[in-house]
């Protein structure tokens, strides 16, 4: 009787393991969705808004997920507060502690955290077109994991599912 308990509990762990493991891919692929969305309204925020970064912070601490909401928000009251310091210095920093827990990737964090150092150009069709070519790059890091997705999540639960047979004829 204990041994049949014993296996179920080692089938049902093995099998929530694998379930975390998809569940962090589905996260994944959500904040890149929504790095997608900030960045395009940066871009379109900066092309037909003619909006400064502080000023884009402001609107994007009203319009982000909550999540990633205080962070904007942090960026603007620190710009508005420190005149001396940089805007890029306060990005970085607030972006990393935003990003730190977020499933992504580190390259994939990097194109946020270094977007502000894209945007030394004059012109706001040039900031533009460097802002897009960030998107383009998190749009391809979308696609992939979103087509990835299935395939991973199939494996992930039968891997789990034969390691905790495997684990209970180990152990029983």
Known sequence: MFK?????CIIAGCIGWGISKITEEQSRIRHLRELIRIIKRMQDEISYGKH????????????CDVLYRPYFCHVYEHINQCEGAGFEQVWEEQ??????EAPLT???????????????LQEEKLQAQSIGQSMDLLNRRCRQAEDAYENRAKMLLSVSVLAGVFLTILLL
Do not use: H, V
């Open 95 to 100: 972006m990393c502690q935003c990003l730190r």
């Open 52 to 63: 400064t970064l502080p000023e884009i912070c402001l609107i994007l601490s009203e319009y």
């Open 4 to 8: 049949i308990a014993g296996f179920f």
């Open 106 to 120: 580190g390259e994939e964090k990097n194109i946020l955290i270094n977007l502000p150092q894209n945007l030394g």
